[in-house]
C-alpha cells in the first residue's frame, strides 16, 4: 500500500485530532525515508513513535534528523568567542547530558537510540543559526516522508519531537502531497532539508555527530539482538505531565518533588509572615526551596506577586534563570553584561504597568552590584504593590554597604545562605535577622551527608610553617593589630579601616606562605595519573568584599601562577586556571572539559569558588588558602562535597598554617610562644569542624594536640586578635 490510499489530511491540530494515531503511525509505517528537522529532540518521542518506527524497519527505511541543542546563555557567549571552540562547546553539551545520572526508562530509550544508529536505520546532524555576533537556535519544523512508489508527504508546524509537543501542548501542522497540486511546495520543503543536512543553507551550521558523542551513546547500547524487541519493551507509556502550565507565572513543575525539611522550611516561613532565613548547606537545594516557596507565596496571593532575586555574580545570576523557567517564569535579567540588552526599559514598564494592575505578575535576577545601584534602587522601591525579596548567599547583606540597599517596601522576604552567621562581624548578622526575621530552616551539612545529599569525605590536615621571613612579618602585624583593638559600648569587638587593612594583610602571609608548594609537590606525585582534583589559592577575606565584582590581587595571582606552573610543567598535567581573570566564556569551557575529563585533570582556583560555582565532579582538593573565616572554609568545603556519577567520596588537603615548627619552639620563652597562639588556635578550630564529620574523624586529634602542648593553648585562654584575656 502508498501513501495514495491513505486518508490524509491536509491539517491536523493536536486538540481536535489525535496526531501520533491517525498521522504519524499509518504513514511511517507505509514510509522508506523519514527526514525531521525539529527544534528539540527527546528519546521519550520513540514511544509515541514505536508503531510507525516498526514499520520503517520492515520497509529497510531510514530516518534522517535535524536537531537543535539546547545551549544556554553561557554556551552560546563561548561559542561566540571563536570557532576553534564552538564545535567543542556542543560535543560537551550533548555529553553532559548524557553522562547525567538516568533511570531504567531513559536508559532503555538510550539503548533504542544507540542500536538506531548503529544499525545505520537513523542518522542525526545538529543544527544551530549562525550569523554576525550572534548564535540562535534551530527551530525548522519540517517533516518529509516517501514511500516505496516515491509519492513524498511534507508537514510543517509548531509540533517538536517530545511528549510533550506530540500530546499535551496545542499544537499544529499542515501537510502536503507530491500526487497534488501541492507538489511544487513539496519539492522545496525537499530542496531545504537537502541544503541544511549538507551544510549548504544560509546562515545555518549542520554538524556530524562527532565521534566522541556516538562512543558515549554507544555505550548505553545493552545488546546486539532484534531492534524490534527494545520497541516492544518501550510499549508502555511513560507518566506525561499532569498538568501544563500555558499562562506566565510562579509554578511548581511537577517533576520537582520536595523534601520534607523543605516543605518544614516554607510552613515555617508562611507562619512567620513570610519573612525568614533558610540556612542550608552548600547541595541541599537552596534554590529550588526557595522558587517552591514563592510559587507558594503566589498561589496564595492568586498570581499577584513580583518577585525580585538578588545574586553576588553574574555567573550566579545564569544559573538561577535555568531554574527560574522551570517554574514558568521568564525573569529579567539584570546585569552589566546581560544579553537582555533593553532590560532597564523593560524592568521600568514591568513596575508600571504591575503599580497599575495591568500586570499579575514579573521576575527579576540581578548580582548585588546591579541591585545597589541608584537608578535600579529607584526602579525598585517604586514597586507599590505584593514583592517578594529572595536574597541568595545574603550573609553579603551584612555588610553596611548593601544593607542599606534592602528594600523596604518588600512584604515578603527570604534570605538563603550556607553562612548566614557573619565572621567577626555581630553587628553586620544582627541587621540580617531585623530585616529578614527568624531562621525558618538550619539544615548542616552533617545532614546532608547523613541523608546523601552530599558525598562524605576523608580529611588529612598537612601541617606548614612559615620562613623566617614571613614568621617576622607575622609577629610584627600581630603586635601592631593588638594595639588597635576596641570594643564599643555594648562590649563586642570593633575594628577600624586600618587594623582591617593589617588583618588583610596579614591573612595573605598565611595564605602565601611559601613551604606550601614544596610541601604541594611531594603529595601531587600521587596524583599526576589521577583527574578531578582542586588546588584552591588565594588569601583569607577578612573585609567583606561587598557588592563588587571579584578582582584577584598580586599576592593571590602568584600564588597561583606558581602552582600552574608546578603542575603543568614540572608534574606534567594537564591543568587549567580557573579564576575571574579568565572570561565566562572560557570559564564554561574550562568547566565542561574539566568535569568530562577531556582534557583537564586539575584546575587551579581563587575567590570565584566561593560562592556559587558549581562544580560537582571535583573528588579531590588542596586547600592552600588556610582560610579562618568559617563563611569561606565552609563554602569552599561544600564545593568539593556536591554529588557526581561515579563519585563515592571525596578528599580535602588542608593546609594547615603555624607559625614555627615544634623543635623551634623550644627556643623560645613561654611569653615569646603567648604572641605567636592566636593563628595555630583558629586553624585548630577549623580542623576540629572539618574533622568532626570526615570519615577519618580522629585523623586530626594527634596533631591537634600537639598544636595545643606545643603553642601552649592549655594554658591561657585568649581571643581570637591574639589579645590575652
Known amino acids: 500500500m502508498s501513501f495514495k490510499n491513505l486518508n490524509i489530511q491536509s491539517e491536523y491540530r493536536s486538540f481536535e485530532d489525535n496526531i501520533v494515531d491517525s498521522f504519524y503511525l499509518p504513514i511511517l509505517k507505509e514510509s522508506v525515508q523519514y527526514d525531521r528537522a525539529v527544534g528539540f529532540f527527546s528519546s521519550t518521542v520513540l514511544i509515541e513513535m514505536m508503531k510507525g518506527l516498526k514499520g520503517l524497519i520492515r520497509n529497510e527505511g531510514k530516518m534522517r534528523l535535524i536537531i537543535s541543542p539546547k545551549l544556554s546563555e553561557e554556551d552560546i557567549e563561548a561559542i561566540l568567542a571563536g570557532y576553534e571552540q564552538r564545535s567543542k562547546i556542543i560535543e560537551l553539551n550533548f555529553l553532559s547530558y548524557l553522562s547525567e545520572e538516568h533511570n531504567e526508562k531513559t536508559k532503555q530509550h538510550l539503548n533504542l537510540l544507540a542500536k538506531l544508529i548503529a544499525y545505520g536505520i537513523l542518522d542525526i546532524k545538529i543544527a544551530i543559526i549562525e550569523q554576525t555576533n550572534s548564535i540562535g537556535m534551530f527551530h525548522e519544523k519540517m517533516g518529509i516522508l516517501k514511500d516505496k512508489e516515491k509519492n513524498i508527504i511534507a508537514f510543517t508546524g509548531s509540533m517538536n519531537e517530545t511528549i510533550n509537543g506530540l500530546s499535551y501542548n496545542y499544537e499544529s501542522i499542515d501537510v502536503f502531497k507530491s500526487w497534488t497540486y501541492d507538489n511544487e511546495r513539496v519539492q522545496k520543503k525537499v530542496n531545504s532539508f537537502d541544503k541544511i543536512w549538507n551544510n549548504e543553507a544560509v546562515n545555518i551550521l549542520s554538524m556530524e555527530f562527532s565521534e566522541t558523542i556516538i562512543e558515549k551513546i554507544n555505550s548505553f547500547k545493552v545488546d546486539d539482538g532484534p531492534i524490534e524487541k527494545d520497541l516492544d519493551l518501550l510499549n508502555q507509556e511513560d507518566t506525561l505531565p499532569s498538568e501544563i502550565q500555558s499562562i506566565e507565572g510562579p509554578f511548581k513543575p511537577s517533576h520537582i518533588k520536595l523534601r520534607d525539611y523543605q516543605e518544614e522550611a516554607i510552613e515555617a516561613w508562611e507562619s512567620n509572615d513570610f519573612k525568614g532565613i533558610f540556612d542550608m548547606a552548600t547541595g541541599t537545594g537552596k534554590t529550588i526551596t526557595g522558587l517552591s516557596a514563592a510559587t507558594h507565596l503566589a498561589k496564595i496571593l492568586n498570581g499577584k506577586l513580583a518577585i525580585i532575586i538578588v545574586c553576588p555574580y553574574q555567573h550566579l545570576v545564569n544559573q538561577w534563570v535555568e531554574d527560574i523557567q522551570q517554574f514558568n517564569m521568564r525573569p529579567i535579567i539584570a546585569h552589566s553584561a546581560s544579553r537582555q540588552k533593553n532590560w532597564k526599559k523593560r524592568l521600568q514598564q514591568k513596575v508600571e504597568a504591575y503599580n497599575l494592575g495591568i500586570l499579575n505578575h514579573f521576575c527579576l535576577v540581578t548580582t548585588n552590584a546591579t541591585f545597589s545601584t541608584e537608578n535600579i534602587q529607584k526602579i525598585l522601591n517604586s514597586i507599590s504593590k505584593n514583592l517578594l525579596l529572595i536574597v541568595d548567599e545574603a550573609h553579603n547583606f551584612g555588610a553596611i554597604n548593601l544593607r542599606e540597599k534592602l528594600l523596604l517596601n518588600a512584604t515578603y522576604r527570604l534570605a538563603l545562605s550556607a553562612t548566614i552567621h557573619r565572621h567577626n562581624d555581630e553587628i553586620g548578622t544582627e541587621s540580617l535577622f531585623e530585616y529578614f526575621g527568624t531562621i525558618c530552616l538550619e539544615y548542616t551539612l552533617e545532614e546532608a551527608i547523613e541523608n546523601e545529599m552530599l558525598t562524605p569525605y576523608y580529611y588529612y590536615p598537612i601541617p606548614v610553617f612559615l620562613e623566617n621571613n614571613e614568621l617576622n612579618l607575622f609577629k610584627k602585624l600581630t603586635s601592631q593589630i593588638a594595639k588597635m583593638i576596641r570594643k564599643d559600648k555594648f562590649g563586642r569587638v570593633t575594628f577600624s579601616e586600618s587594623a582591617q587593612m593589617l588583618l588583610l594583610k596579614r591573612a595573605k602571609i598565611i595564605a ?214
Open 512 to 725: 602565601g606562605a611559601q613551604n606550601k608548594l614544596n610541601i604541594l609537590e611531594k603529595i601531587m606525585a600521587d596524583y599526576q595519573d589521577k583527574s578531578h582534583i582542586l588546588v584552591y589559592c588565594g588569601a583569607a577575606t577578612i573585609q567583606d568584599p561587598g557588592y563588587s565584582e571579584i578582582e584577584d590581587d598580586v599576592d593571590e595571582v602568584r600564588q597561583i601562577e606558581l602552582v600552574t606552573r608546578l603542575l603543568g610543567n614540572k608534574l606534567k598535567m594537564k591543568v587549567s586556571k580557573f579564576t575571574s581573570e579568565e572570561s565566562a566564556q572560557e570559564r564554561h569551557l574550562i568547566k565542561k572539559s574539566f568535569e568530562n575529563n577531556e582534557p583537564l585533570q586539575a584546575l587551579v582556583a581563587i575567590k570565584c569558588l566561593d560562592e556559587g560555582v558549581n562544580i560537582p565532579s571535583i573528588k579531590t582538593a588542596f586547600i592552600l588558602a588556610s582560610s579562618t573565616n568559617p563563611k569561606e572554609y565552609i563554602q569552599r568545603r561544600g564545593r568539593v562535597l556536591r554529588k557526581f556519577k561515579g563519585k563515592e567520596y571525596a578528599e580535602i588537603y588542608d593546609f594547615i598554617t603555624l607559625p614555627m615548627s615544634f623543635e623551634r619552639l623550644n627556643e623560645l620563652s613561654d611569653e615569646e610562644i603567648l604572641q605567636l597562639k592566636s593563628l595555630p588556635k583558629r586553624e585548630i578550630e577549623r580542623m576540629q569542624d572539618f574533622a568532626r564529620i570526615a570519615v577519618n574523624s580522629s585523623v586530626a586529634d594527634g596533631l591537634i594536640e600537639n598544636i595545643r602542648n606545643s603553642y601552649l593553648l592549655n594554658r591561657k585562654e585568649i581571643n581570637d586578635d591574639g589579645i590575652q584575656n
